[in-house]
């Protein structure tokens, strides 16, 4: 199952985790962490460099739930879903990952 970009709810995506894909409002804590660390592991320089905001966007959600005492994304109030799906690019600009 790959990522679908159609669905309205930002928070209802798929993204990939450790066990498969999973909507973003499922993502545990530990997977926000992990998704963190994989992107920070792959930023380098060049095109990969973009990476590292993205890698970032994924330590601040997770900060904000350990904030938060939430256990999954979905027990945070996200006010702007959309913004916070771009900024982790779970739906990117244009809609496509390509």
Excluded: N
């Amino acid at each position: 199952m790959g990522a679908e970009l159609t669905s309205e709810d930002p928070l209802a995506q798929p993204v990939y985790a450790s066990d498969g894909y999973k909507p973003l409002r499922d993502f545990t804590l530990s997977d926000v962490q992990a998704r963190a660390a994989e992107l920070k592991a792959a930023t380098g320089w060049g095109p990969t460099a973009r990476v590292g905001a993205v890698a970032r966007a994924w330590s601040a959600l997770a900060a904000e739930m350990r904030g938060a005492g939430a256990g999954t994304v979905s027990e945070l109030v996200v006010p702007d879903a959309e913004r916070l799906a771009r900024s982790l690019w779970v739906r990117p600009p244009g809609g496509s990952l390509l």
